[in-house]
Antibody, heavy 122, light 108 residues
Framework: QVQLVQSGAEVKKPGASVKLSCKAS????????MHWVRQAPGQGLEWMGV????????NYAQKFQGRITMTRDTSTSTLYMEMSSLRSEDTAVYYC???????????????WGQGTLVTVSS | SSELTQDPAVSVALGQTVRITCQGD??????ATWFQQKPGQAPVLVIY???NRPSGIPDRFSGSNSGNTFSLTITGAQAEDEADYYC???????????FGGGTKLTVL
């Protein structure tokens, strides 16, 4: 079945960087765009960015511009997201998810990875 | 504030019908998608492309829209439907996506 398996929890100090991974299986990895979404404790979902199927282009939410980089390794069907200059407000669960769409009017994310908790604390 | 607006909390009596709404300018152009999230779990897709259910989602879940508002309806709510529900859509401008603030559904 289609599955996204994310890397384990991370604890980082403020100012550090973190690189998360998301391994896809059960489908052709290069068929779909991929997104990262995060959720701070007790908060809602926040879209972070999207990368195209071949990994040659990515778009990031304005608040993360310059601080995150999304990449993908098609040889291992793995998606990555690196975030730098971490601060306490970046403490959240980070999810990867696969993009699906119909035409130019309907998109949905399915499935989701299990999530990776990133804790930023001194 | 979110570009997609949802009521923060809604309650429904067991077995009754409840509607959760999502409002935003982008919804005049793009469809909303609905996710369910239970505590400590990843989001689960429940409705996509206005009124399509993934396999495994009960048929008591349905979607509809009017103007700039999309709705998720649960007909005959069950205890296991108690969760947070989020809508999301492509933003009206730019290559970006936006989430609603989420609605906490309580089944009484």
């Amino acid at each position: 079945q289609v599955q996204l398996v994310q890397s384990g929890a991370e604890v980082k100090k403020p100012g550090a960087s973190v690189k998360l991974s998301c391994k896809a299986s059960g489908y052709t990895f290069t068929d779909n765009y991929m997104h990262w979404v995060r959720q701070a404790p007790g908060q809602g979902l926040e879209w972070m960015g999207v990368i195209n199927p071949t990994g040659t282009s990515a778009n990031y939410a304005q608040k993360f511009q310059g601080r995150i980089t999304m990449t993908r390794d098609t040889s291992t069907s793995t998606l990555y997201m690196e975030m730098s200059s971490l601060r306490s407000e970046d403490t959240a669960v980070y999810y990867c998810t696969r993009d699906k769409s119909i035409g130019n009017y309907a998109w949905w994310f399915d499935p989701w990875g299990q999530g990776t908790l990133v804790t930023v604390s001194s | 504030s979110s570009e997609l607006t949802q009521d923060p909390a809604v309650s429904v009596a067991l077995g009754q019908t409840v509607r959760i709404t999502c409002q935003g300018d982008s919804l005049r152009k793009y469809y909303a998608t609905w996710f369910q999230q239970k505590p400590g779990q990843a989001p689960v897709l429940v409705i996509y492309a206005k009124n399509n259910r993934p396999s495994g989602i009960p048929d008591r879940f349905s979607g509809s829209n009017s103007g700039n508002t999309f709705s998720l309806t649960i007909t005959g709510a069950q205890a296991e439907d108690e969760a947070d529900y989020y809508c999301y859509s492509r933003a009206s401008s730019g290559n970006r996506w936006v989430f609603g603030g989420g609605t906490k559904l309580t089944v009484l």
